[in-house]
């Protein structure tokens, strides 16, 4: 992995551009945004600045005027590096750093240093080396200051490639390596999964910082990292969820949502996320508390449905009720979202109400079913067993009856291998 190095806390300018597609307060929130997530990465934010402009500049983002104006705020400030609210091509960066002769990086370079900074295991941080390298490729010609050089002289006598040519070359091949490694560890995660079929998985989902892992510590006396900070955690975490219901239940803590996230991320944290894929019920963990709570809602509902996951049980739990002071909010929530759950994790307030709720779709994501095979279909029967927890087989002259338990979607596809479609 790309390894970042912190030595002294950076003192930061934040850039957003007002181009009129949200209202002012929102594009406010995502520069907040922006500085918290710059505290994540352990910058100190000194000057924040807004751009109205009906569209992006493609020189300079915000316009070569208001950047002359930015680089002189730059200088008197002490700024060590200018961070952008959107994807910058490398021509903005290129232009922008000659013009600040600082670091400029944008929300998607800040939030991939942050998970840089956050990843703990082998898998995520082979995940977060993808998709920093798949950052970095286009990159290539700010990023490195010897790139544009072709070199000559003695001893340098080559296949004729410049130096950006054998760099690009390097980072493909280990991109290649990198995708192959992911390839095994999600075949492990499918035979894992097969492995599971007798239980009810539940994942929690939710937009960064909601308070996810402290639910999950909470429900499964697990010791996950927990902070009041963005992607505290980045290494989706499975446990046994203890049950007076007799069906056995596996509940796993994911990586947060957050909006603008970097395409390539997400494609590199495909596995982890396949949690939220894969799960019969989705615990969708609100901030109740957050001023534009719905905003994080809806982000959170378009990513589950890129990932096909729009279809899943889902059950909103409306989090940190305990951090409201506006009364009529909670009333809100409680009558337009009439299915969903308000608590406090950190707090252990209307915990009980959950877990109820969770135990009733628990069991009837579930059906027992009895089907009749000939006994020559064998390969039939295997596919059960794969699919579903087999309770009883019975056979009577050439034919075999099998009792089986399984959530609905396996349910589904087994009446489809039987019945066709």
Do not use: C
């Not at 000659?98 to 370079?109: C, E, M, T, Y």
């Not at 002289?153 to 280990?174: A, S, V």
Request: net charge neutral; charged share 30%.
């Amino acid at each position: 992995m790309i390894e970042i190095i912190k030595k002294n806390i950076e003192r930061a300018m934040l850039v957003a551009l007002d181009t009129k597609e949200f209202s002012k307060a929102i594009v406010e929130e995502h520069l907040d945004e922006l500085e918290e997530l710059a505290d994540t990465a352990g910058a100190e934010t000194v000057f924040k600045t807004i751009q109205s402009k009906a569209r992006m500049d493609s020189a300079y983002y915000v316009g070569k005027g208001k950047a002359e104006e930015l680089a002189q705020l730059v200088e008197l400030n002490d700024i060590h590096i200018v961070i952008f609210d959107d994807d910058l091509t490398p021509v903005q960066v290129r232009n922008l750093e000659k013009l600040f002769n600082r670091k400029v990086i944008d929300r998607s370079g800040l939030i991939l240093d942050i998970f840089a900074l956050r990843a703990k295991s082998k898998e995520s941080k082979t995940q977060v080396e993808l998709a920093q390298l798949q950052y970095l490729l286009p990159r290539l010609t700010r990023a490195w200051t010897h790139l544009s050089k072709q070199y000559g002289g003695i001893g340098t006598k080559g296949p004729g490639e410049t130096q950006i040519e054998t760099d690009r070359r390097m980072i493909r091949t280990r991109i290649a390596m990198l995708k192959g490694k992911l390839k095994q560890i999600e075949s492990q995660r499918i035979t894992q999964a097969a492995g599971r079929k007798d239980y009810t998985r539940i994942a929690i989902a939710g937009y960064t910082n909601a308070g996810k892992s402290t639910l999950f510590n909470l429900l499964t006396e697990a010791d996950v990292f927990a902070e009041d900070k963005l992607f505290a955690t980045l290494d989706s975490t499975t446990r046994q969820l203890e049950s007076d219901s007799k069906a056995k239940i596996l509940i796993s803590d994911t990586v947060g949502f957050i909006r603008k996230l970097p395409a390539h991320l997400v494609a590199s944290f495909k596995s982890t996320l396949n949690e939220v894929r894969d799960a019969d019920i989705i615990l969708h963990v609100i901030d109740l508390s957050h001023p534009f709570y719905e905003d994080h809602l809806k982000v959170v509902e378009d990513t589950l449905k890129e990932f096909g996951s729009e279809n899943k049980t889902v059950l909103m739990v409306f989090n940190k009720v305990d951090a409201v002071d506006d009364k009529n909010r909670i009333e809100y929530v409680k009558n337009y979202y009439r299915d969903s759950v308000v608590i406090s994790a950190r707090k252990g307030i209307n915990v009980s109400a959950l877990m109820n709720k969770v135990k009733n779709i628990v069991e009837h994501s579930f059906t027992e079913e009895k089907v009749n095979l000939n006994i020559a279909q064998t390969k039939i029967a295997s596919q059960i067993h794969q699919l579903a927890e087999v309770l009883s087989t019975k056979y009577d002259d050439d034919i075999m009856t099998i009792s089986y338990r399984a959530n609905k979607e396996n349910s589904d596809k087994i009446k489809k291998i039987i019945y066709g479609s």
